[in-house]
């Protein structure tokens, strides 16, 4: 139980680090200007995959399985944040 409550804290941490990267990237240089609703959706969309991986980890017993279901749950992250970013499948989604 003490496990999965420490990573419980550790993976909203790790998420607060990785947003820290665009906020401090935004007082050196214009060219990085996120929103608050920015910030909101990449914390919602890194925490579910943390937590999503996270439930992997600990869930799968198999090392073949949870590579595979990691490299899912990575693929969709990485396709929801391309099509957010620069509107890769042009949904409307992205507000193409």
Known sequence: MEVKRK???V???IVGA???IPFIA????SEVAWTASDFIIMGILLLVTGLGI???L???SSSKNRLIMGGIILAVFF??????AVGVFGTP????
């Open 11 to 13: 993976i909203p941490l």
């Open 18 to 20: 990785l947003l820290l």
């Open 54 to 56: 996270d439930l992997v």
């Open 26 to 29: 935004m007082q050196f240089s």
């Open 7 to 9: 990573n419980f804290l």
């Open 93 to 96: 989604f992205a507000g193409s």
């Open 58 to 60: 600990r869930k799968v």
């Open 79 to 84: 396709m929801i944040w391309a099509e957010l």
